[in-house]
């Protein structure tokens, strides 16, 4: 009995070491409880605000996660390229009419060898030589080493929930993204994603709202992708924000859904490209916004997805 039971053991073992690592060729990864780092090793973790620092990071189980997309800029320096060039090498036309969509940079884009999480979507308006800042205060890079300003683009996953002290109820979602955003959710829980804001294309920085409402209670996880792509100059700017709903209130109404700042200096109550530039959260037009109810989502909102 003794000899059966260590061989039911082994055997047990052996299996469940099997079914773990069956799907690691096709990066089919399950997050389960663990941490970002013990299931993807090494990553870059994007943090406006790099105070948690990159260990905080990297034991982090919440954020949205995924792969960085980038066109090849051959110039030196910040000179402004004729062409960017596609991991075809093929040139691309450097201007809006051509980078018109968050999806042309990731399907025609190189794809980084690293993957990105964004612990919270909290990038507000700034110049686009600063960069998307990682968590350690260094910056987004190519795999050649080259600091990402210009005709990159990020494909995030994860589902969204409530923190453990938030009120359940309905709730309605914006992007504030320069350049183009696409949100998709799986609002009917039927494994579908479904877009729900379409802020695509080459433009300022712009707040588009969705039309759906999220129903969010203590047990729910909705499943998510978030794509953004910054284009030429010379703003960057992706933040997510929310707002619980009153029981007669019908979503995508706020007075600021579909605005869009054409001289740079409304939603952050500073030109980004003024010297000491600082994002201003309280007399801004985006600090009025949050004094109407929005907030943008704390980490804990967002769970890592169950796969990729």
């Not at 060729?25 to 948690?52: A, M, Q, R, W």
Request: aromatic share 10%; glycine share 8%; hydrophobic share 35%.
């Amino acid at each position: 009995m003794e000899r059966f039971l260590k061989s039911f053991i082994i055997l047990m073992f052996i299996m469940s070491t099997a079914l773990a690592y069956q799907n690691c060729g096709n990066k089919v990864l399950s997050f389960s409880s663990n941490t970002v780092s013990e299931k993807y090793g090494s990553i870059d973790c994007v943090s406006f605000d790099n105070s948690t620092g990159s260990t905080n990071c990297a034991n982090s189980r919440y954020g949205l996660i995924g792969n960085l997309y980038y066109l090849l800029d051959k110039t030196a320096g910040t000179t402004i390229p004729a062409s960017l060039y596609d991991k075809n090498d093929t040139a691309l036309a450097f201007n809006g009419s051509v980078l018109n969509s968050v999806n042309v940079v990731i399907d025609r884009g190189y794809a980084s060898s690293t993957y990105i999480l964004m612990p919270n979507v909290s990038v507000p308006a700034i110049a686009f030589n600063s960069g998307f800042q990682l968590d350690d205060g260094s910056y987004l890079r190519d795999n050649n080493n080259k600091i990402l300003i210009e005709g990159f683009a990020l494909d995030l996953n994860g589902s969204l929930q409530l923190a453990p002290d938030m009120e359940e109820g309905r709730y309605e979602i914006a992007v504030l993204s320069d350049d183009g955003s696409l949100l998709d959710m799986d609002l009917n829980n039927d494994g579908e994603l479904e877009n729900i804001v379409d802020n695509d294309g080459y433009h300022p920085p712009k707040l588009k709202c969705s039309n759906s409402v999220i129903d969010l209670s203590q047990t729910k996880k909705i499943p998510m992708r978030l794509r953004y792509y910054q284009g030429p100059r010379t703003t960057i700017a992706l933040t997510l924000v929310m707002r619980k709903l009153l029981t007669s209130e019908l979503p995508g109404m706020d007075s600021d859904c579909d605005f869009t700042d054409t001289s740079g200096d409304y939603w952050f109550g500073a030109s980004t490209t003024s010297q000491g530039y600082a994002p201003n959260y309280t007399t801004s037009r985006f600090g009025q916004l949050l004094g109407r109810g929005w907030f943008i989502p704390e980490k804990t909102m967002f769970a890592l997805p169950d796969s990729l």
